[in-house]
């Protein structure tokens, strides 16, 4: 079975710069979590879908992130106009989407330099 | 709010011996579950166990094994028979009925032969 693919593995841009990550769960997981996770610190959840929609995003800076996942399959996360404080790895997770003790299998992340 | 604290930022243990990791959680639920996650330097996130608060017997993955202290509100993760390949940062976590982990800042694990 294949795991939660993302896509780049790395990225370096200047400060205001756009950049977008690409995430594809496990097939058939209905669950799908995008992570910040600064080095030397635990990730922190952004945002959480549930299909193709938002089961929360209470900790996405709306103001310069966004996020979709059209068709309840692929996601993408994006960042416009990147900070320097956004310089960490991006994990995307996904599960199965039962209540409770819900497994998350994490992807290989995206690591960001914002320069 | 839910908040996970890991008091120990780094560890070694000599190859073949025990290792205990340490947290303690809080959270107002009453339905929770509680996990585990290794996290090697590749950084591929892999959950190593977890516990239903519901549950009082310790859940127990091999080699690993936790000590779940409700009322304390306290999780420990012992390794046995400690490997060159448990080398890693392992981040405890808290999940309510939605499925939202909260992660602790994680403790780093040196194996040494």
């Known amino acids: 079975e294949a795991g939660v693919a993302q896509s780049p593995r790395y990225k370096i841009i200047e400060k205001r710069q756009s950049v977008a990550f690409w995430c594809n769960p496990i097939?058939?997981?209905?669950?799908l979590y995008w992570y910040q996770q600064i080095l030397g610190q635990g990730p922190k959840l952004l945002i959480q879908f549930q299909n193709n929609g938002v089961v929360d995003d209470s900790q996405l800076p709306k103001d310069r992130f966004s996020a979709e996942r059209l068709k309840g399959v692929d996601s993408t996360l994006k960042i416009q106009p990147a900070k320097l404080e956004d310089s960490a790895v991006y994990l995307c997770?996904?599960?199965?989407?039962?209540?409770?003790?819900?497994?998350?299998?994490f992807g290989p992340g995206t690591r960001l330099t914002v320069l | 709010a839910q908040t996970v604290t890991q008091s120990q930022p780094e560890m070694s243990v000599q190859e073949a011996e025990t290792v205990t990791l340490s947290c303690t959680y809080d959270t107002s639920e009453s339905n929770y579950y509680l996990f585990w996650y290794k996290q090697p330097p590749s950084r591929q996130m892999i959950l190593v166990i977890r516990q239903e608060a519901y549950k009082q017997q310790n859940a127990t993955e091999n080699r690993f094994s936790v000590n779940f202290q409700k009322a304390a509100k306290s999780f420990s993760l012992k390794i046995s028979d400690s490997q060159l390949g448990d080398t890693a940062m392992y981040f405890c976590?808290?999940?309510?009925?939605?499925?939202?982990?909260?992660f602790g800042g994680g403790t780093r694990l040196m194996v040494k032969p």
């Open positions: 997770a996904s599960s199965v989407g039962l209540p409770g003790a819900d497994t998350q299998y």
């Open positions: 097939s058939g997981h209905a669950t």
């Open positions: 976590a808290l999940s309510n009925a939605g499925n939202m982990l909260t």
